[in-house]
């Protein structure tokens, strides 16, 4: 079941660029950076009120960040919500029809599992859902 609204990406081009204008400019405070080998993603979280605004560029210059950039420049990327049952959550979506990018769920950032829902099955919006360890979706201190 989907818990809380886990991040909303944007897609920058230039990570460090992207990080001074949050931190700098706009006043929130950087958790931490990670690469995404998987996704051959580069991101920076900024959390705020229980949920973070992540930045994601692309490793490399590869990878889906890359195609998007290239097809629709900078900006929003994906809406992202926890859920504490992605096996459960998946399974009841497909079976309504939804379709998503991968056909398992894949290692996300800090350790959670995640899964994308294709945006044609979403009203034109690309929508993650992550899982955490050890299941503590409401406790977003936990992680910060
Ligand atoms: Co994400």
């Known amino acids: 079941m989907i818990r809380r609204l886990d991040h909303i990406a944007i897609a920058?081009?230039?990570?460090?660029?992207?990080?001074?204008?949050?931190?700098?400019?706009?006043g929130l405070t950087l958790s931490?950076?990670?690469?995404?080998?998987?996704e051959l993603t580069s991101t920076a979280f900024f959390p705020i009120e229980g949920t973070r605004i992540e930045l994601v560029q692309p490793?490399?210059?590869?990878?889906?960040?890359?195609?998007?950039?290239?097809?629709?420049?900078?900006g929003l990327h994906h809406v992202c919500f926890e859920t504490d049952d992605l096996d459960g959550d998946v399974a009841a979506l497909r079976a309504k029809g939804y379709q998503f990018l991968?056909?398992?769920?894949k290692p996300g950032a800090h350790g959670t599992r995640v899964i994308f829902i294709h945006p044609k099955s979403c009203g034109g919006v690309l929508m993650e859902l992550a899982e955490h360890?050890?299941?503590?979706?409401?406790?977003?201190?936990?992680w910060r």
Request: aromatic fraction near 4%; avoid cysteine.
């Open 133 to 142: 360890p050890h299941h503590e979706p409401t406790n977003a201190q936990a």
């Open 12 to 26: 920058v081009p230039d990570l460090d660029v992207a990080i001074r204008r949050f931190a700098e400019d706009l």
């Open 59 to 74: 490793m490399d210059g590869q990878g889906p960040i890359a195609g998007y950039l290239d097809k629709r420049g900078p």
């Open 32 to 38: 931490g950076r990670e690469d995404v080998p998987t």
């Open 102 to 105: 991968s056909d398992a769920p």
